[in-house]
Every structure is written in structure tokens, then in C-alpha cells.
């Protein structure tokens, strides 16, 4: 993950002879793989039961996406998780409790193992009050 120039080195076969060429080394040299970051993190459409996360990310330079998870609980411990969503997108939780405050945490992980992490939180609506259940909309 690191920059820098590293030696390759290898025996091969010449001309299809069956003779091995002597051993040869080769520098090559490439850049440091740049960290991802999740650019915006939100939450949206939240009911008594249900909240959507939605969010926009960056690979880092010189990487490719490889998995954006997304955690969630009624703690900072989390508990429930969804992995393989995309690096932009959006997941609706559901089978949440009315009126409590849930915390989330995304992270998002690139082709070089690099990883970047948003957390949040939102509460979901009350549920409807004694009263309100007697007197009806």
C-alpha cells in the first residue's frame, strides 16, 4: 500500500528453446495508494420503524472500490450490519423501535485494504400516545 520502487525478479525461458535466460531484475516503481472517504452521510425518511442512510464516497487515488458496510444499533456497540451495498447509495433500516436514538457507522474499504469510516446518529418517531390511540386521527 505503501510508494516506492521494488525489485522484480524472475527466470524465463528464451525463444521458446527450452534454454532459461539469466536471471533478470526489473525496478518498478508506482505511488502511494491514497485513503477513501465517504464524502456525505444522511439520514432520511425516518418513520417509527424505519430510516434511510444515505451516502457518497471516493475510492482514493490509485484504488478501486472494494465494499462499503453500513453498522447500526442502539449503541455505539452497533450490533446489526449489511456489507456488499454500493460506494453511493442508500439502505433503508427497518425493524427499528419507536422513539429511540440509533447510531450508525458506515465504512467504506478500497482495492488496497484502506479504510475511512462516518458515523452518525437519528431518532425515530414516537409511537403514538394512549390518548391519541383513544380519540383515533
Excluded at 464516497?57 to 472494494?66: P, Q, V
Amino acid at each position: 500500500t505503501g510508494s516506492g520502487t521494488y525489485a522484480l525478479k524472475g527466470n524465463w525461458e528464451s525463444s521458446g528453446t527450452g534454454d532459461a535466460a539469466a536471471l533478470q531484475s526489473v525496478n518498478v516503481s508506482y505511488p502511494a495508494a491514497g485513503s477513501p472517504s465517504i464524502d456525505s452521510d444522511s439520514v432520511d425518511n425516518i418513520e417509527k420503524k424505519s430510516a434511510r442512510v444515505v451516502w457518497t464516497s471516493s475510492n482514493g487515488t490509485y484504488c478501486t472500490f472494494d465494499d462499503m458496510k453500513l453498522e447500526w444499533g442502539l449503541t455505539t456497540s452497533y450490533g446489526t450490519q449489511q456489507t456488499g451495498l454500493a460506494a453511493d447509495g442508500n439502505y433503508t433500516i427497518t425493524d427499528l423501535k419507536p422513539g429511540k436514538t440509533y447510531y450508525y457507522r458506515l465504512t467504506i474499504t478500497n482495492g488496497a485494504g484502506l479504510t475511512s469510516t462516518a458515523t452518525g446518529s437519528f431518532e425515530t418517531k414516537p409511537a403514538p400516545g394512549f390518548l391519541a390511540l383513544l380519540m383515533g386521527p
